[in-house]
Every structure is written in C-alpha cells, then in structure tokens.
C-alpha cells in the first residue's frame, strides 16, 4: 500500500491559521499560535506523520497549496 509523509517545517510556519481552518481533523493551533500537524512526531527539526489514506492525502495535499509560507509538504513514501 502506498504511504504518504505529511512534513511540517515548524520553525518557518508564520502562525496565519490557514491549515487549522481547512483541515482541522489534522491540524490545530498550539497555545503559542503555531500550527501543529495531530499525531506528527520531530524528526531532525521538522514534524512527520505517516499517512496511508488517499483521502487523508488529499486533504493534506489542500492544506499544503493553502499555506502561505509552503512550509507543509506531502511527498508519497517510497517502500
Ligand atoms: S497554513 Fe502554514 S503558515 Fe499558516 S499556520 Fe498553517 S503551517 Fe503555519
């Protein structure tokens, strides 16, 4: 099954909301006002999380066009 890595590069994210008002089921706003990507772990200074669904894909694949700063990538996992 295909896997898809949805990457956040927190330090740069400029706190505008965008990514938490179109797709909250993944991201939310921290107390500071910085986005957070739901269930991402820190690997070596930016945020990961694994996903498998194409939908979830898609939805991250938006947010990614919505932000501002394009500091959310999805790139496909290569098994
Ligand atoms: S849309 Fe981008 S810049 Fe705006 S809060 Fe989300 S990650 Fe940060």
């Known amino acids: ?6 990457i956040h590069f927190k ?12 797709n909250p089921d993944f991201w939310s706003l921290d107390e500071d006002g910085v ?12 945020w ?3 996903i ?3 939908a979830d ?3 991250n694949k938006e947010t ?3 932000c501002p700063a394009q500091v959310i ?4 996992v290569e098994e």
């Open 1 to 6: 099954m295909t896997k898809f890595k949805v």
């Open 11 to 22: 330090n740069d994210c400029i706190s505008c909301g965008a990514c938490a008002a179109i």
């Open 35 to 46: 986005a957070h990507l739901k269930g991402s772990k820190e690997v070596e200074g930016q």
């Open 48 to 50: 990961e999380l694994i």
């Open 52 to 54: 498998e669904s194409i």
């Open 57 to 59: 894909m898609a939805s």
């Open 64 to 66: 990614e066009d919505a």
């Open 73 to 76: 990538k999805v790139e496909e």
